[in-house]
Structures are given as C-alpha cells and as structure tokens.
C-alpha cells in the first residue's frame, strides 16, 4: 500500500519509474513488426474516404492502415509511414534518409535487399561514409509498395522520399512530421520522441533478439562497437528471456529435439 505525500492532498506517489522517450520509442515502433504483410498497404487505395472535410488522419483504434488510407491527402500519409518505417527497420538517420534516391533500392541484392546509404555520416568531419543496409524485416514489401503504388504521385525525380515539390526532406521536416503524427495519436506530449529515437529502438530489438552486436554496428555505420553499446537500451525483463532461451536450447539439445553443437 502506498503511503500519501506529505505536501499533497492524499494522493500516492506512484512507484511507477519515470518512462524516457527512448522507451516510448520503442514500444512505438514494436507495433510495427506485426503489420508488415505482402498487399496490406496496396489495397488501402480502394477503401480511401473521398468526401471527408476535416483535415489530418481520421482517429481509428490503433491501425495505421486505417489512418492511411482516410487521410486527406494519400501520397505524404503514405511516405511518411514508409519513411519511418525506414527509419526504424533499417536503422537510418533522418539525413541519411532524406538522401536516398531511388536507385539506391537494391531489391535484388542479397537475400532481403539492400539500401545503398552513399551519404552516412562520417567520423570527425571525414565525409560521407557509405554502406549497405539490409531491408530486414519485410522492409523490401514496404519500399516495393511505397515505389509502385505511392511514388508516382509526387512529382518526377530521383529522391525517394520527396515533398510536394519533388525535393527532399529537411530533417527538421521529418521531426515536424513525426510530432504530428504523435500529436494525431493523442500522445502526451512527455512521451513524445525525435527520429533518432528510432534508430536507436532499431539497435535495441536486434540486440535483444539475439542479432550479433558487430552486425547491428555495421548496420547503423557506427565506428565502434562502444557506440552502438550506447544506444543498447534492453528491456527490464531481458536477462530473464535470455536465461529462458538458453534454457530451452539447452534442453532442446539433451533431448535431442534441436541441432547439436
């Protein structure tokens, strides 16, 4: 039971810790990795609410789908859902991906496809420091959808994630445009995040699946190790579910149910 303040009025103190941005992040971004089927997001054009008057996202229960498709304007609801999508499955910060044109899409390459990231962000003032990024977690579905079915209303050039004018993104924009979308959720305004929140949830959920910590620096274009170990937030519950999974290996193994090694 807990005991009131003694300069409130009878109300507990809660025993609850504080929640940071980066924890929102994350749990923001984990709905995601339950929404990423083949088709969902081409069929949204047919459901398109055309006589709506009110401007912004209609409130619906939770789905982005539903929101995307009864937006007042389709193409910028659409690539924003693709570009933070991007940011957050591939690990991408707001400038790299705001440089991205669409030959930089290699859905071939490699077993998920790879983004050729030609401006990362080099160490000290060295210059662009480029690398490849895999599209993991069904991220090619949902750049092969953005390219086919939302691209082509937005006005012709190279930039993957133009504005209406055919430019690119300011990375104040992208800020702008995320808060919004927090702000259309009904969001508290303290549990309100930046972009780069979502690279750094994107380095956490590989770790705590078990992805190689060298793997998700090369993923993020970090220098070193000690950087990406920086933006490592597990979750409170992450040494039980790793001793859970060493346990159920373990015994898989004895009983001869899962691969000796």
């Known amino acids: 039971m807990c005991r009131p303040s003694r300069r409130s009025t009878g109300s507990c103190r809660s025993a609850r810790p504080p929640r940071s941005k980066r924890d929102s992040a994350s749990a923001w971004s984990a709905r995601w990795m339950s929404s990423t089927r083949r088709g969902m997001w081409v069929t949204t054009r047919r459901k398109r609410c055309r006589h709506r008057r009110q401007s912004g996202w209609r409130s619906s229960s939770s789905s982005s789908r539903g929101r995307i498709a009864t937006a007042r304007k389709y193409a910028p609801a659409a690539r924003d859902y693709a570009l933070f999508r991007t940011l957050y499955h591939a690990g991408l910060r707001s400038d790299e ?144 579910d790793a001793y859970r999974r060493a346990v159920s290996s373990t015994l898989a193994e004895l009983t001869g149910e899962g691969p000796a090694t």
């Not at 209406?164 to 800020?175: K, M």
């Not at 969001?187 to 190689?212: I, K, M, Q």
């Open 97 to 240: 991906a705001s440089m991205l044109e669409l030959p930089d899409l290699h859905f071939g390459r490699g077993p998920f496809g790879k983004l050729h990231v030609r401006f990362g962000k080099g160490a000290r003032m060295s210059g662009p420091r480029p690398r490849w990024v895999p599209m993991l977690d069904s991220l090619d579905l949902v750049l092969r959808w953005f390219v086919d079915d939302v691209r082509g209303r937005f006005p012709d050039s190279p930039v993957l994630f133009a504005d209406e004018s055919g430019g690119r993104l300011h990375r104040g924009t992208i800020r702008n445009r995320l808060r919004r979308l927090m702000q259309l959720e009904g969001r508290p305004e303290g549990d309100w995040f930046s972009p780069h929140a979502l690279r750094r949830a994107c380095a956490t959920h590989n770790y705590e699946r078990g992805v190689d910590l060298v793997a998700i620096q090369q993923l993020l274009g970090h220098w070193t190790v000690s950087s990406t170990m920086r933006y490592v937030r597990p979750s409170t519950t992450f040494i039980e």
